[in-house]
């Protein structure tokens, strides 16, 4: 739809260029240092005549908006989001420069190839691509097209898209915004499917405190804090919260239904999906089987700290434990936290929320930008299941869709498991083959949303 005439030969190699240029510009974080990065990439962009706004949240930290115009907009804009910022290395475990950006094998190397300044490359590159598009005279944009860098994703810091919120309202006004949270997942050499990332889970602190006597070890203690905790972790751990079947799980389920290569769990796909309360009990059982699958279908609890104890021989009067709790979109963390403490049952074991994260509603798998993501990724490769998913991690999508803005998530990559695996690992990559894929199908995506081309009626 977008350049049927492109050279994408031309288009890989300067979309290789460009990334293998941000990956040499070291944005670990901690520090970050977003700033020298977000100047390369304002420089690139004004050079081409595209409208910027460069802002310095802190010192040396950076968030940057460009902006394409629409000379008489029908519709609120489009979002492009990406992160600066990466997280650190092992170096002593790469077999290449984490920050070479070295070209081996078809692959580009270095940290953040896949996480996050690949899809930032390819969002640039969208930018650039429209820019020269509209020079043609032939197509004009509908509405304006805004690509957003952000700084501190990985740290979870509020310098980013939550600040910009804050601090820049009138440049983060949009209709729909694409951000990371996603896969495209390559299975037997093809890509299989796509998982558009349309709500995610809530990330939330539980402190467990038993208390009970303390004294001297030599003389054993009914209600020993730290036996009093073991139990209560032990208890916890067997606990299981109900399966919640949200819309965006059962869309996620029907879609993985039609191409997953396993029988059984294809049929328990079909089964949950399904109307029926006997096949989803039983498909929810066989799905549960696979962490990731139970993962989405409920709340998940995880013991992460433990705290108790100074000495071998002193009973301590307190023992604690740190709970990981992954709610569901719409789930309430009180309740939950209820329900624990019924199932623990020991009024010498207390329990306390220390950190709430932030719900937001799921973004429609049903509206236009869903439409065009999946429109777009068909044109490449029509055998592409695209579904709507329910990350189990928490992404800065949920700052934009509380604010109401529906964002939809994508790692715009086709990628093996052991590619993806190595986000956050060692000898992270992005196939080329996958970068030009990446491009297409987010110039395809916007093309849908905001190009109008002369003398045609809109699409
Ligand atoms: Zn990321």
Redesign the pocket.
């Known amino acids: 739809m977008l350049l049927p005439q492109s050279d994408w030969n031309g288009l890989r190699g300067e979309t290789v260029e460009h990334l293998s240029r941000l990956i040499r510009i070291d944005t670990t974080n901690p520090p970050g240092n977003e700033m020298v990065l977000a100047r390369d990439l304002e420089q690139t962009l004004r050079a081409a005549g595209i409208e910027t706004h460069l802002f310095e949240p802190v010192a040396d930290r950076a968030a940057l908006v460009a902006r394409l115009r629409a000379p008489h907009p029908t519709s609120a804009p489009v979002l492009l989001l990406a ?1 600066m910022d990466v997280v650190g290395v092992a170096r002593e475990a790469w077999t290449t420069n984490p920050f070479g950006g070295d070209v081996v094998d078809g692959y580009v190397y270095g940290r953040g190839a896949i ?2 300044k690949g899809m930032l490359t390819v969002n640039m590159m969208t930018l650039l691509l429209l820019r020269r598009l509209l020079t043609g005279g032939r197509h004009e944009l509908t509405r304006d097209v805004v690509l957003v860098a952000t700084s501190d ?2 740290a979870g810091g509020t310098i980013g898209t939550e600040w910009l919120i804050e601090n820049h309202p009138e440049l983060m006004r949009a209709e729909f915004a694409l951000n ?1 949270g996603g896969r495209i997942r390559v299975v037997d050499g093809r890509p299989l499917y796509a998982a558009i990332q349309c709500a995610e889970k809530v990330s939330n602190v539980v402190r467990v405190t038993a208390t009970g006597p303390g004294g001297h070890a030599s003389v054993p203690l009914p209600g020993n804090p730290v036996a009093r905790l073991a139990r209560a972790v032990s208890v916890i751990s067997d606990h299981r919260e109900p399966v919640v079947l949200l819309p965006t799980t059962r869309g996620f389920l029907a879609g993985l239904a039609e191409v997953w290569p396993h029988a059984a769990e294809r049929t328990a796909m079909s089964d949950l999906a399904s109307d029926d309360a006997a096949r989803r009990d039983r498909g929810a059982r066989t799905l549960s089987a696979t962490p990731l699958f139970d993962a989405i279908l409920r709340t998940g609890i995880s013991a992460t700290m433990l705290d108790a104890g100074v000495r071998h021989n002193v009973i301590p009067t307190e023992a604690s434990a740190v709970l990981s709790v992954r709610t569901l979109p719409g789930e309430s963390i009180d309740s939950v936290v209820g329900r624990l403490r019924d199932v623990v049952n020991d009024p010498a074991v207390h329990f306390e929320v220390t950190h709430r994260g932030h719900d937001a509603p799921p973004s429609d798998a049903g509206s236009a930008a869903f439409a065009a993501i999946r429109d777009s990724l068909h044109e490449i490769d029509p055998s592409i299941a695209a579904v709507p998913y329910l990350s189990t991690g928490a992404t800065e999508s949920a700052f934009l869709r509380r604010w109401g803005v529906p964002t939809y998530g994508i790692l715009p990559f086709p990628l093996t498991m052991d590619d993806e695996t190595r986000m956050h690992g060692h000898d992270e990559r992005v196939p080329i083959e996958a970068l030009e894929f990446a491009l297409r199908l987010i110039s395809g995506f916007v093309a849908r949303l905001a190009i109008r081309e002369f003398g045609l009626p809109r699409s």
């Open positions: 992160h996480d996050d994703e990985e990371e």
